[in-house]
């Protein structure tokens, strides 16, 4: 039999997805717990001179979904340019490094110099992350590479907002908050999620649904990930209201490319199919309520969606999309079907509520605020319920005996 490490670090899904499906739980206990001291007056749980919100984005942004990005990056990059794989050095590495660095950032509230090691501890994990995928692309040979090389630069400047990030706590650096803010966001997370939908949902809905026709335009691509990165820009600058036409362009290609890849018919095939299709409207959403948003700034409305947008991209499309893809992964490379059970499925929805509850009540102020701390409860019981399901996964070995 083998030794546990070696199950562990036999796929570089395992080392990555594992601290990833304790992160989604434990950083929404550490936001609940934040919230709640702020709430009875107490200074809620800073760390290192920074507040608990603060800590929150950079929680949400670097310290939470990038294990399952580096996870699903370092298993099918390779696939999609017929390239070396990832070193088994470089993604135990990484992951560990990463994971190190996240615990540092916890003892930060105990231990203020826990807290830049920590980060500086994470932002080394993410460069070793990215000179690996670098190092495939590049050594892959020529061929349509520019999935790939879309992602490698969208996590260039992830990291780019990672070192901002510490730059702002060790140099003190005031503007590092809001750029770190702007490329986890804008730079990172919304284009990468983009160019792996881009990528595998038509592709995925090819192997299911009969005679189908697989449209992946890169043109309506280039101009979302443009747009991502002009919508950052706007907000650095402090005038996010400008950017109404590109929020309005970004949703209805969203909506356009759901059409091409045959949303009504996905959606009634197998339920890890319909989970794709389904989250990726969310994205539409959010950049529609972004738009939404600036031309109300723009006329003078006494209305705003608050976090509404941020919150419909964050819950709505990124997690939403990380149960369907996450799901599928660690079936498909554990020797099972590719069937998502009824519990799966149920957790599914069961965000598709937390994604509610916490974006209504800033589009209708009339509505309670209480949901959205429900939203938190709700992630929490979802993710907790899911990560009990799938971890185990990754330090016991594949159900059909195949190596990886």
Not at 238 to 261: C, H, I, N, Q
Request: net charge positive; proline share 7%.
């Amino acid at each position: 039999m083998p030794s546990l490490w070696s199950t562990y670090t036999a796929a570089p899904h395992r080392v990555l997805f594992l601290p990833g499906a304790v992160q989604v739980v434990l950083v929404m206990l550490w936001w609940l717990l934040d919230m709640h001291l702020r709430a009875a007056g107490g200074a809620g749980l800073a760390a290192g001179g920074l507040p608990g919100p603060a800590l929150h984005v950079w929680w949400m942004l670097y310290g939470c979904l990038p294990f399952f990005i580096f996870g699903f990056l370092f298993t099918a990059m390779p696939n999609w340019l017929n390239g070396p794989a990832i070193p088994r050095p470089a993604y135990v590495a990484s992951g560990l490094a990463m994971s190190l660095g996240v615990l540092g950032v916890y003892l930060g509230g105990m231990l203020p110099a826990a807290l830049p090691a920590g980060l500086a501890l994470h932002a080394a994990g993410w460069a070793v992350a990215a000179l690996a995928l670098g190092r495939t692309l590049l050594r892959a040979p020529p061929q349509d590479k520019l999935h790939s090389a879309f992602a490698v630069a969208a996590i260039v400047l992830g990291l780019l907002g990672d070192l901002a990030f510490l730059a702002a706590l060790a140099a003190d650096w005031t503007p590092g908050l809001a750029v770190a803010g702007a490329l986890g966001l804008w730079g990172f997370l919304t284009p990468i999620f983009l160019v792996v939908c881009h990528r595998m949902i038509p592709w995925f809905t090819s192997r299911v649904v009969p005679n189908y026709v697989m449209l992946r335009p890169y043109g309506p691509l280039w101009l979302l990930l443009a747009g991502c990165l002009l919508r950052g820009g706007f907000e650095l600058a402090g005038r996010g209201e400008l950017a109404w036409p590109v929020d309005l362009l970004m949703a209805f290609l969203v909506w356009r490319f759901s059409a091409w890849w045959g949303l009504t018919r996905g959606i009634r095939q197998v339920w890890l199919l319909a989970m794709l299709h389904i989250a990726f409207l969310w994205s539409g959403v959010a950049f529609a309520l972004y738009g939404l948003g600036s031309l109300a700034a723009i006329a003078g409305l006494d209305w705003s969606p608050g976090q509404a947008p941020a919150h419909a991209l964050g819950i709505g499309f990124f997690a939403t999309m990380l149960i369907a893809m996450a799901s599928r992964v660690s079936l498909g490379h554990s020797g099972r079907a590719l069937q998502a059970d009824a519990l799966t499925w149920g957790l599914f929805w069961l965000m598709q509520v937390a994604a509610l509850a916490r974006v209504l009540p800033d589009l209708v102020p009339a509505l309670p605020r209480w949901p959205i701390e429900a939203a938190g409860l709700v992630w929490l019981l979802g993710f907790a319920v899911w990560a009990w399901r799938y971890a185990p996964m990754y330090w016991r070995p594949r159900v059909d005996g195949k190596p990886g």
